[in-house]
Nanobody, 121 residues
Framework: QVQLVESGGGLVQPGGSLRLSCAASGSFFSIYAMGWYRQAPGKQRELVAIIVSGGSTNYADSVKGRSTISRDNAKDTVYLQMNSLSPEDTAVYYC???????????????WGQGTQVTVSS
């Protein structure tokens, strides 16, 4: 059974940086995409960044230019480096993986439990 384990959240001062990590425990037959979403209080969950198997990336406009998503295929791990953080970045950040656990199964969406990021002085 696959689980996604996130780490790296916490309290950060405005203008600071953080790096989120998400490691998949268990094994995937193949991974199509890995990404990060976030949900602020009273708002819908939104895409932050995604990286697909070929290496292409996509970012929300709100984080473009100050964030980098990367993945370690050997470790089934995805990272999100965020810089120049502001209070508007405060949210619960969720890891997302779209993959197959066997050649006989279709793609399934997996979610992490979420990690809180709070940007405040």
């Amino acid at each position: 059974q696959v689980q996604l384990v996130e780490s790296g959240g916490g309290l950060v001062q405005p203008g600071g940086s953080l790096r989120l990590s998400c490691a998949a425990s268990g094994s995937f037959f193949s991974i199509y995409a890995m990404g990060w979403y976030r949900q602020a209080p009273g708002k819908q969950r939104e895409l932050v960044a995604i990286i697909v198997s070929g290496g292409s990336t996509n970012y929300a406009d709100s984080v473009k230019g100050r964030s980098t998503i990367s993945r370690d295929n050997a470790k089934d791990t995805v990272y999100l480096q965020m810089n120049s953080l502001s209070p508007e970045d405060t949210a619960v950040y969720y890891c997302n993986v779209i993959g197959q656990v066997s050649r006989h199964q279709g793609r399934t969406v997996y979610w992490g439990q979420g990690t809180q990021v709070t940007v405040s002085s």
